[in-house]
């Protein structure tokens, strides 16, 4: 369905983002996969998406809170794959702290991955997106695009940022047929989810079983995670003709969680 397509999928060694890369590979889609990690690892993965994708498949390690690492990234997308039809701004850190105990340098990162980068590549890769009249902007945002929790400030305030930045763009490129939206997903379990139990054990004084049903899964009204083959699948669909007037939406995948 994809044939021909190419897509630049940011923090796509891990978690959702590497998920996307793959199921959109799979339908035919060169991928170019951005983030961090093993470099055998990173290679395997990139063979094995070659393979799903018959088609070429590429990584670059650019660090998403340098504005000039992320130029030179479309750049080189666009030399050596051609400019992306397809952008899933799917990079995304986390911090949880309460607010007057936030570490700065916490916030500035948040800032600067969570949100700054997703202005960034599209102001990068909108242009071409244009002159070939087709384009998809998917970014990952988060339920906590909606609404908030506590002790994650600098993750809600740039998810919230997130959704609106889409919004304004999706209205500018209306005419184009480039459609700009945000996939919301609730809590699904990876590496990120993982990686922030003990600091919430911390903040608020929980075990790890607390942490999971008592935080994670309390706003979760299906009292399961989400599997990252679900906001994949979410992600093909809009990358495809049926979703051209799907434009400014913020989609949830949350597990009822802001019907509440
Ligand atoms: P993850 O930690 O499994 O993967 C994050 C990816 O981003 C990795 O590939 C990592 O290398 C890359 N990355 C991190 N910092 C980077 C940087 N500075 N430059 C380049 N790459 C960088 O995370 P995930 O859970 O798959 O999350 C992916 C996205 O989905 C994030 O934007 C996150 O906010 C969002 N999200 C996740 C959940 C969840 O429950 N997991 C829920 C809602 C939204």
Known sequence: KLQGKRALVTGSTSGIGLAVAKALASEGASIMLNGFGDADEIEA?????????????????????????????????????????????NAGIQH???????????????????????????????????????GRIINIASAHSLVASPNKSAYVAAKHGVAGFSKTVALEAATDDVTVNCISPGYVWTPLVEAQIPDTMKARDMTRDEVMNDVLLKAQPTKRFVTVEEVA?????????????ITGANLSMDGGWTAQ
Request: glycine share 6%; proline share 6%.
């Open 45 to 89: 993965i990139r063979a094995e998406i070659e393979e799903l994708a018959d088609a070429p498949a590429l990584h670059d390690g650019a660090d998403l809170s340098d504005p000039e690492q992320i130029d030179a990234m479309v750049g080189r997308c666009t030399s050596e794959l051609g400019s992306p039809h397809i952008l899933v701004n």
């Open 96 to 134: 949880v702290a309460p607010v007057a105990e936030f570490p700065v340098d916490k916030w500035d990162a948040i800032m600067a991955v969570n949100l700054s980068a997703v202005f960034h590549t599209t102001r990068l890769c909108l242009p071409a997106m244009r002159q070939k009249g087709f």
């Open 233 to 245: 699948s979410l992600a093909v669909y809009l990358s495809g003709d049926d979703a051209k007037s």
